[in-house]
């Protein structure tokens, strides 16, 4: 009667092995997308960050929702030269 403890034991082992991970790198890929995704974990800024204010935010849902948006003001992100893009 003494064979079943060794049994039982060898076929525990053998149903744990089949769960254990064969590859030691698990996880790299993703943790290595989501170093790469992070510029700065800890940004310093000069400025405040301004603060969220629920008033503001309700008063732009209400605008939306009656349709009278706010146009947003233009701003130029170029020096103004057009082209195909190749330097000349």
Do not use: H
Not at 41 to 51: A, K, R
Not at 62 to 86: A, F, H, L
């Amino acid at each position: 009667m003494n064979f079943r403890r060794p049994l039982a034991a060898g076929a525990a082992l053998s149903l744990i092995a089949g769960c254990t991970p064969t590859d030691v790198t698990l996880g790299n890929a993703v943790r290595t997308t989501m170093a790469a995704q992070v510029v700065d974990p800890d940004p310093q800024y000069d400025d405040p960050i301004p603060t969220t204010d629920g008033a503001k935010a309700g008063a732009a849902v209400e605008r939306y929702r009656t349709d009278r948006v706010k146009k947003p003001v233009g701003i130029r992100t170029t020096s103004g030269q057009s082209g195909s893009g190749s330097p000349k």
